[in-house]
């Protein structure tokens, strides 16, 4: 009988303790969801009833503001050249950081932890240190204004926190698996391809990802690498609609639903490999 009642109190502090995880999980999607909610209420408004009530449902939706500002704000071009810019620097990154992470984690030799120890300096190093000194190069060898402009930091920056989470998935395979491909004589090269990418599977999509989603939110080095118009990533263009003297918010907020829309599908896509990758990167560091 104690034993009993000794479960059943136990059973109810454990659903005491979820229903308190589920509250403070409840808030915590509340805290993130409602802003952007609120984002997707304000673009259907204009601006003299969004400084009337903000917080008020329109009395008229206003899809014309989204039509407006993929117009004005030439987000149609922003949008290919934000995505020309994160896949090329998604593909360069991953296939030269997965290479690197492969290399360091499987290849045995001397350097191996200080050649990620080098790679891993450059998580440290803000964006605003090499600013001015990767503008006037770029300016010297006729970089600027182009997207390759972009590409080449957006790749160094991707590089490190790629390598990083690569390598603790490449680590995670057996030596075993290569030890046997080894002796059926099978190369490097087939290893790496056959052997250690398909493992590392969900490793990819997780820094893929992330890779993807920085660098499609980045401003300051699109800012102010690229001031011509043909060349401006969607980022850069959300800025048109705040003025010195009058900020089209309703506007504003149109064109920022615009912008999210591709990283909410991805996020919605991928959510169990995103979550999946995290928890094994975590288990196996």
């Given at each position: ?20 995880i ?10 993130y ?9 304000t ?6 009833t969004l ?31 934000s ?9 360069v ?11 360091i984690?499987?290849?045995?030799f ?15 190093i ?10 006037i ?21 991707s590089?490190?926190?790629?390598i ?25 090269y ?53 003025g ?15 912008a999210?829309?591709p990283?909410?599908i991805?996020?919605?896509?991928f959510?169990?490999?995103?979550v ?8 196996k560091?």
């Amino acid at each position: 009988m104690a034993k009993t009642e000794t479960i059943s109190v136990a059973s109810k502090k454990t659903k005491i303790v979820q229903f308190f995880i589920y509250v403070f999980l409840t808030l915590l999607a509340l805290i993130y969801l409602l802003p952007l909610a609120w984002v997707g209420i304000t673009s259907l408004k204009d601006d003299k009833t969004l400084t009337l009530s903000p917080w008020a449902l329109p009395a008229r939706p206003m899809f014309e503001n989204y039509s407006y500002s993929w117009t004005m704000g030439n987000l149609g071009k922003a949008t290919l050249n934000s995505f020309i810019v994160c896949s090329v620097t998604l593909i360069v990154s991953m296939a030269v950081g997965a290479m690197a992470a492969f290399a360091i984690a499987k290849l045995r030799f001397k350097l191996a932890k200080l050649t990620l120890t080098y790679f891993m300096i450059g998580m440290m190093i803000p964006v605003h240190c090499v600013l001015i000194p990767l503008f006037i190069q770029f300016s010297r060898i006729h970089l600027s204004n182009s997207l390759i402009g972009l590409i080449i930091p957006y790749v160094t920056f991707s590089l490190p926190i790629t390598i990083y989470i690569m390598v603790g998935f490449f680590e995670s395979i057996p030596n075993e698996l290569f030890e046997s491909a080894v002796i059926d004589g099978c190369s490097i090269y087939r290893m790496f391809g056959t052997i250690a990418l398909p493992l590392a599977k969900t490793g990819f999509m997780v820094t893929g990802l992330m890779s993807f989603v920085s660098n499609w939110n980045e401003l300051l080095l699109a800012m102010v690498f690229i001031s011509k118009e043909a060349k401006k990533t969607l980022p850069v263009s959300l800025t048109k609609f705040v003025g010195p003297y009058h900020t089209n918010y309703c506007q504003m907020f149109a064109a920022i639903v615009i912008a999210v829309i591709p990283t909410i599908i991805v996020y919605c896509c991928f959510a169990n490999q995103i979550v999946e990758g995290l928890t094994a990167g975590a288990v196996k560091g």
